[in-house]
Antibody, heavy 120, light 110 residues
């Protein structure tokens, strides 16, 4: 059964780059069945889609974050990653990785999330 | 594109039915049958409960149902139970490879 696990630093300084990894277990990241997704949730707030990436590298990003976001797939380690540059306090959130069925845009499997705080 | 619009809160008594609305535009909810709903119980990860407007994933109670009319999608929970209390989020494909979430609705079971 496919499982996702986020990892990364819980504290990032303002203006620096937030880097997170999602480890996929129970299946291969390059089986072509899913898009690999990042979603975040600010404390007490709603959900925000960050972006989705296919194992071949095709990526789609939220237009409001596009200039600061890079997602990558690491097939050798069965992981995918998120980099968000020039972070501010407003980027503090719970970050979830998830799966999406291609072209159907719903998220059927979620990791447990990792909390990131942006603070000096 | 702005987030989809949901009521901040709804409430109901056990056994009753409630409906949560999710209003978008002609570019997202009004055009694409790619609306999904997520349940987030206190302290838990969001869980998919409805996809493609009306479909239920395996294992999700038949008490949850989805519909859409024009620019507004709706989630109905029938036979309300105390365990349904939590936050509910809608999402819709927004065109141009973009995905929008609603602001979320807090459901209180009285």
């Amino acid at each position: 059964q496919l499982q996702l696990q986020e990892s990364g630093p819980g504290l990032v300084k303002p203006s620096e780059t937030l880097s997170l990894m999602c480890t996929v277990s129970g299946g291969s990241i390059n089986n072509g069945r899913y898009y690999w997704v990042w979603i975040r949730q600010s404390p007490g707030k709603g959900l925000e889609w960050i972006g989705s990436i296919y194992y071949r590298g095709t990526a789609y990003y939220n237009p409001s974050l596009k200039s600061r976001v890079t997602m990558s797939v690491h097939t050798s380690s069965n992981q995918f990653s998120l980099k968000l540059t020039s972070v501010t306090a407003s980027d503090s959130a719970m970050y979830y990785c998830a799966t999406a069925v291609p072209t159907l845009w719903y998220f059927d499997l979620w990791g447990r999330g990792t909390l990131v705080n942006v603070s000096s | 594109q702005s987030a989809l619009t949901q009521p901040a809160s709804v409430s109901g008594s056990p056994g009753q039915s409630i409906t949560i609305s999710c209003t978008g535009t002609s570019s997202d909810v009004g055009t694409h049958d790619l609306v999904s709903w997520y349940q987030q119980l206190p302290g838990n990860v969001p869980k998919l409960i409805i996809y493609e407007v009306t479909k239920r994933p395996s294992g999700v109670s038949i008490r949850f149902s989805g519909s859409k009319s024009g620019r507004t999608a709706s989630l109905t929970i029938s036979g309300l139970q105390a365990e349904d209390e939590g936050d509910y989020f809608c999402a819709s494909y927004g065109g141009s490879s973009n995905l929008l979430f609603g602001g979320g609705t807090k459901l209180t079971v009285l």
